[in-house]
């Protein structure tokens, strides 16, 4: 029961770590907010626009997809969603890590993620221009070694 409690223990952590994020940057803590951190932090997975609009609308029956977009792309900005591109499922999101920077390995054919701490960042940067690096993300897309075993079982 204990894993139970500390998993309920963590994800409240999270949202609370996004709403602090939010105000912050000067955003009001509306209940609408708050909801829409939730949903992030009890879903460990990736989130469509869709996905998160279907939960916003059946609690806030009036809110637009327009707003719950908008939102999502702020939050992104802020860091506190991380945004992927599936070849498949087009645009998603999921609650980013803040706790310590790290990049992802993501498997294209389930959407599990693996992070790794390698930053090639790290190395010495020849950019053109005088450039001022302000943030960056890093990610490798594959197939995870368990779709690899089910695609060779497959065949």
């Known amino acids: 029961m204990a894993h139970k409690h500390d998993q309920s223990h963590a994800h409240t952590v999270m949202a609370e770590?996004?709403?602090?994020?939010?105000?912050?940057n000067g955003w009001r803590i509306t209940e609408q907010r708050k909801t829409l951190a939730h949903i992030f932090s009890d879903h460990d997975?990736?989130?469509?626009?869709?996905d998160v609009y279907d939960q916003m609308s059946?609690?806030?029956?009036?809110?637009?997809?327009?707003?719950?977009?908008?939102?999502?792309?702020?939050l992104s900005e802020m860091g506190v969603l991380e945004q992927?591109?599936?070849?498949?499922?087009?645009?998603?999101?999921?609650?980013?890590?803040?706790?310590?920077?790290?990049?992802?390995?993501?498997?294209?054919?389930?959407?599990?993620?693996?992070?790794f701490d390698y930053c090639p960042m790290e190395q010495s940067l020849e950019l053109p221009g005088n450039y001022q690096i302000l943030n960056h993300r890093f990610e490798?897309?594959?197939?995870?070694?368990?779709?690899?075993k089910e695609n060779v079982q497959s065949e």
């Open 140 to 148: 490798i897309y594959g197939i995870c070694e368990e779709c690899r």
């Open 84 to 115: 992927f591109y599936f070849m498949e499922g087009g645009l998603k999101f999921k609650g980013s890590c803040l706790s310590h920077h790290h990049h992802h390995l993501i498997c294209v054919n389930c959407e599990k993620t693996m992070t």
């Open 17 to 24: 770590d996004m709403l602090a994020v939010m105000a912050r």
């Open 58 to 74: 059946a609690k806030y029956p009036s809110v637009s997809f327009d707003t719950v977009y908008r939102n999502l792309r702020m």
């Open 45 to 50: 997975g990736y989130l469509s626009p869709k």
